[in-house]
Nanobody, 125 residues
Framework: QLQLVESGGGLVQPGGSLRLSCVVSGFTSDYYAIGWFRQAPGKEREAVSCISSSDGRTIYADSVQGRFTISRDNAKNTVYLQMHSLKPEDTAIYFC??????????????????WGQGTQVTVSS
C-alpha cells in the first residue's frame, strides 16, 4: 500500500514559478512510476507528466512541454514538478499518482492505482 502526499501549491502571478512535491511512502515506492495530473473546475482530470521507475524517463503533455520539469529523488522518496512560465490556464488542483507499470506515453487516471489528496495551484494577477 502506497501513500502519496502533495505540497507546494499556492497563488502565483502569471509568468511565475512553483515547485510541487510528492512524498511517497509505503512498500518499495521507488518501483513505481509517478505521474502528475491536474483538474480544473468543470474539467476532466488530465495527465501532465510522468516519470518512470526504471530509468527516470520523463513524458510531458504538449501543454506543459518546455515549461514543466518532473524529477525524482529516490533517496527522499519524493517526486517534484517544477513549473515555470505559469499561465492562468494552469490553474487547477494538482495530484500525484503511482502505477507499477512504466508506460511509453502519458496515460489516463484509470491506469494509476494510488493517489494523493491534491494541492491547489492558482495562477492569477
Amino acid at each position: 500500500q502506497l501513500q502519496l502526499v502533495e505540497s507546494g501549491g499556492g497563488l502565483v502571478q502569471p509568468g511565475g514559478s512553483l515547485r510541487l512535491s510528492c512524498v511517497v511512502s509505503g512498500f518499495t515506492s521507488d518501483y513505481y512510476a509517478i505521474g502528475w495530473f491536474r483538474q480544473a473546475p468543470g474539467k476532466e482530470r488530465e495527465a501532465v507528466s510522468c516519470i518512470s521507475s526504471s530509468d527516470g524517463r520523463t513524458i510531458y503533455a504538449d501543454s506543459v512541454q518546455g515549461r514543466f520539469t518532473i524529477s525524482r529523488d529516490n533517496a527522499k522518496n519524493t517526486v517534484y514538478l517544477q513549473m515555470h512560465s505559469l499561465k492562468p490556464e494552469d490553474t487547477a488542483i494538482y495530484f500525484c499518482a503511482a502505477t507499477i507499470v512504466d508506460y511509453e506515453t502519458l496515460v489516463g487516471e484509470d491506469h494509476y492505482d494510488y493517489w494523493g489528496q491534491g494541492t491547489q495551484v492558482t495562477v492569477s494577477s
